[in-house]
């Protein structure tokens, strides 16, 4: 078997996700109860059998080091393998930072051919999928390709967000792509591209030594591919399995509401995926304690947690305390939150380390309408509760609301937050 490296984009923060990506990326972000993104990227190298990986970290990346460890949560330490963090190293200004995919691999090169890697894969750390990545490594041999991009059909909702290829007919996992557009106005194709490059080494160090000389390229998709499709033999993938892309909080919140399905498109369970057990302590917890008055359904519950309330169709991750008298609904409750007696959590993505007082009521009256300050970021009657807030006793919060990190109880000069509102 011929040798790859793999390097996980896993630095950028994403604006539509508010106040969830305010102090981590994406790839950290805390998903379906145990979970953070990044684990999905790295569990399907750890069932393909990659283990030398580098990842590519740019944005707050204390949460991400903390989480990755010494790699060992995905079998990934030992002299032939293991996981290498890699910030930007080319200067100390911030326009020295990572300006886009190809840049990123620009400024790692030492280390990709210090590994000496047959195949370069190249992909990102902040989708949500299961995929066996020597299928695409066996279809990109069997098509003598240069490069493979992987594609995923789409609806046609949306598709203008991501890049797009025209792939040739005739093979069921894919063929040549003909033409590839970054982000059209007008849709060229359903084929929308997942981010996943895999590169013979010889036309990665083409693409670095002709390609990122001033005007220098950023990006593969936007600057690269299409220039590329005359020169060298180029393929698409088609991936055909379950991807939840997540850039936005509708899409984070229904890609784990899905997981409380009967069937889940996200089977996780199945999908073998592995996390770092000792972030968050999450391996010394105790188990899930449900009190003698307690009543749940249809939900994810973690060990750690303490449940003397009601929780309905809610995903509490480790550590999470919902007491006495409590209801908390439709919910996404993110690591060490505390729901106080007699307080309601209705529709509402809490982050770690929040506590919810005593007969607060969150997510309260109609979802009509949206968040006045980010009309188009949230009008689906969500309510965002940032990390380490104090929420007081009694306390109304509307729908559609977003309240920063790090408030505590004496910042609140009401007692009530309309639905739309914004709290900075």
């Not at 890697?117 to 299961?130: C, E, F, K, Q, T």
């Not at 990665?204 to 060298?232: C, N, S």
């Not at 991936?239 to 997981?259: P, Q, V």
């Amino acid at each position: 078997m011929k040798k790859t490296l793999a390097l996980i984009l896993a630095g950028g923060r994403v604006d539509e996700l508010s106040v969830l990506t305010l102090y981590r990326p994406k790839s950290a972000l805390p998903f379906g109860g145990l979970y953070r993104v990044i684990d999905f990227p790295l569990s399907n190298l750890l069932h393909s059998g990659i283990e030398r990986v580098g990842i590519l970290s740019q944005y707050r990346s204390d949460s991400l080091i903390n989480h990755i460890g010494s790699g060992a949560g995905w079998d990934m330490i030992g002299s032939q393998r293991g996981i290498t963090m890699l910030p930007p190293m080319k200067g100390n200004r911030s326009s020295d930072w990572y300006r886009g995919t190809a840049d990123a691999v620009y400024q790692n090169m030492e280390f990709v051919m210090r590994h000496n890697p047959d195949y370069v894969l190249v992909l990102s750390g902040d989708h949500i999928y299961h995929m066996d990545y020597l299928e695409m490594i066996q279809f990109h041999e069997r098509m003598d390709a240069d490069i493979t991009c992987a594609f995923v059909e789409m609806t046609p909702n949306g598709l203008e967000r991501f890049g797009q290829g025209q792939i040739e007919e005739g093979d069921e996992q894919g063929g040549r792509l003909l033409r590839y557009v970054e982000k059209p106005s007008t849709a060229i194709s359903p084929w929308s591209s997942m981010t996943i490059y895999l590169f013979n080494r010889e036309t990665l160090a083409y693409i670095m030594d002709e390609m990122m000389r001033p005007p220098a390229t950023e990006h593969f998709g936007r600057d690269i591919l299409p220039v590329l499709l005359d020169k060298k033999r180029v393929f698409g993938y088609k991936f055909r399995g379950s991807w939840a892309y997540t850039r936005t909080i509708d899409e984070y919140y229904c890609a784990n509401m899905d997981l409380l399905a009967d069937q889940p498109k996200l089977n996780l369970k199945n999908w073998m995926v592995r996390t770092n057990l000792d972030n968050e302590r999450i391996r010394d917890r105790a188990p899930v304690v449900i009190g003698p008055e307690a009543r749940t359904s249809r939900s994810l519950i973690y060990n750690g947690c303490e449940i003397q309330g009601q929780v309905q169709n809610s995903i509490l991750f480790p550590g999470v305390r919902v007491e006495r008298g409590a209801a908390v609904e439709d919910s996404i409750l993110m690591f060490d939150v505390i729901v106080k007696q007699n307080a309601q959590v209705h529709k509402a993505i809490v982050d770690v380390e929040c506590l919810i007082g005593d007969s607060a009521k969150i997510g309260t009256g109609e979802s009509t309408g949206s968040n006045k300050e980010y009309p188009d970021l949230l009008n689906s009657g969500i309510t965002l509760i940032g990390r380490n807030t104090q929420i007081p006793a009694g306390m109304r919060i509307g729908r559609n609301c977003i309240l920063y990190p790090n408030k505590k109880e004496a910042d609140f000069t009401s007692q009530q937050i309309a639905s739309g509102r914004t709290v900075k």
